[in-house]
């Protein structure tokens, strides 16, 4: 659904987009800084779903599909998710301009039954995360600025920030990663971290047992500026 010269809004008022069989859902807000809302539920079946627009891009109710990718592209502004996105059988990419920022309550889900969902997070700015649900790779960039939460910090499931038991994850960010009370919790099997400029690192397994730095030929763990 292609919008040429201004904003493209999937109503609250309305029943969504729902396809069935194999059938994919693209939205585009074409026009220069057009913005993307998304109000109603959004379902793509077992089909791709896109999302693009050069404008923010705000996802307000759910949006799924049972068997293709999702992709989420704002390219020159930011991305608001309050609201739940599911690639149940297909991986998720997300990248914007500027920032990234889920609200509190809110997951983006890779999940399938051979551990190889991926979800992907590329800031131009900074993220802020929700919950990352992934068995497979979560990555999650902050180009220029940060990686922070939108979660209280606490030891329960649904205060996890990156949960995958069997997942391997990647924070790589300029500014700093997590904060002093409000680390990054996960749940996950190995992690690797660059914080290239300045800031913290406050990241915490609080479930699972032991958690894996990093097993390639690489650093687990770099660190720049002070």
Known sequence: IPAAGGNLSVSSGGNGVVTNGSGSVSLVAQGT?????????VSAHAGALTMTAPGLV?????????????TVTSSSDGIAVNANVLAAAGAMAMSSSTD???????TLSSINGA????????AGGSDVLGTLS????IAVTATAGSIGSSLTEGTLVSQLNLNGATALATLTSARGIGARG???QTLLSELTITNSVTGDVFVNQ?????????TGSGNAITLGGC
């Open 182 to 184: 409000a680390d990054i």
């Open 134 to 137: 992934a068995g497979g790779t």
């Open 206 to 214: 609080t479930q699972n047992g032991g958690l894996q730095l990093g």
């Open 33 to 41: 800084a057009s913005t993307l809302t998304v109000s109603a539920t």
């Open 115 to 122: 551990n190889t969902g991926a979800i992907s997070l590329t």
């Open 58 to 70: 705000t996802i307000g109710a759910q949006s799924l599909t049972t068997g293709g990718n999702v």
């Open 100 to 106: 990234i920022v889920m609200a509190a309550g809110t």
